[in-house]
């Protein structure tokens, strides 16, 4: 673990990997979990459909999880669960950034 990653990802999760969909039932398969050094923020935010000449049509509350983290393992459609989640979330982007000037290896963004 990095300098950096050592001082800042000092919670844990736990993430069970996507493996496949089973053919007969369509439900989702997934690995033996492992765990992960991380840290995390919790975001909402409410987007509204345009209304128009009536007015707002409707909003949608969104929540999120993003975590923060040096390990490479994992990937789009994995579960993850830490301390401050509601049980098992499907991650839903992973974004990475470059460390170099640091002279580390990239950090990793997943977000629920």
Request: hydrophobic fraction near 35%; proline fraction near 4%; charged fraction near 20%.
């Amino acid at each position: 673990m990095s300098a950096t990653a050592n001082w800042s990802y000092t919670a844990t999760a736990q993430v069970r990997p996507f493996v496949s969909r089973d053919q007969w039932t369509g439900e989702a398969v997934y690995g033996d979990a492992y765990d992960i050094a991380c840290t995390w923020t919790a975001d909402n935010s409410q987007e509204r459909m345009a209304g128009g000449q009536g007015g707002s049509q409707g909003a949608e509350f969104i929540a999120k999880h993003t975590i923060f983290t040096e390990d490479p393992r994992p990937q789009y459609l994995d579960l993850i669960m830490f301390d401050g989640s509601d049980g098992w979330e499907e991650i839903r982007a992973v974004m990475t950034w470059d460390m170099s000037p640091f002279g580390e290896a990239p950090d990793y963004k997943l977000v629920t």
